[in-house]
């Protein structure tokens, strides 16, 4: 039941945050945007899933999941963004940021 619950969340968190914030309607989502987006999602979905067990282990178990959770077409962006930021996102998990500051201090969203 935990899986469906952050799939769902995944699902759902990765189709409304591109559109959380007003942009101009001729304004064209920069790849910039979509990684801070990407970045946003995968840190909300993994802070859920790890609650308040901040170990090194439970973090790895959980970023290695959770671009299973992503719709199917959204996977390779989720595992080449955890394969290039491994090391500061368990770092920045273990320290409990939010998902805004956590993707702002890997420098994707500004």
Same mark, same amino acid.
């Given at each position: 039941?935990?899986?469906?619950?952050?799939?769902?969340?995944?699902?759902?968190?990765?189709?409304?945050?591109?559109?959380?914030?007003? =942009?101009?309607?001729?304004?064209?989502?920069?790849? =910039?945007?979509? &990684?801070?987006?990407?970045?946003?999602?995968?840190?909300?979905?993994?802070?859920?899933?790890?609650?308040?067990? =901040?170990?090194?282990? &439970?973090?790895?178990?959980?970023?290695?999941?959770?671009?299973?959770?992503?719709?199917?077409?959204? =996977?390779?962006?989720?595992?080449?963004?955890? &394969?290039?930021?491994?090391? &500061?996102?368990?770092?920045?998990?273990?320290?409990?940021?939010?998902?805004?500051?956590?993707?702002?201090?890997?420098?994707?969203?500004?």
């Amino acid at each position: 039941m935990k899986y469906l619950s952050l799939q769902v969340c995944a699902t759902t968190l990765l189709f409304t945050i591109p559109f959380a914030h007003a =942009r101009p309607q001729s304004t064209v989502l920069t790849r =910039r945007d979509i &990684e801070c987006d990407l970045c946003k999602v995968i840190m909300t979905t993994v802070n859920t899933d790890i609650q308040n067990n =901040r170990s090194e282990e &439970e973090i790895i178990q959980s970023l290695d999941n959770v671009c299973g959770l992503f719709p199917r077409k959204d =996977r390779n962006k989720c595992d080449t963004f955890i &394969e290039q930021y491994t090391n &500061e996102l368990i770092h920045i998990i273990a320290e409990g940021k939010n998902s805004t500051l956590a993707c702002t201090m890997l420098g994707v969203c500004v």
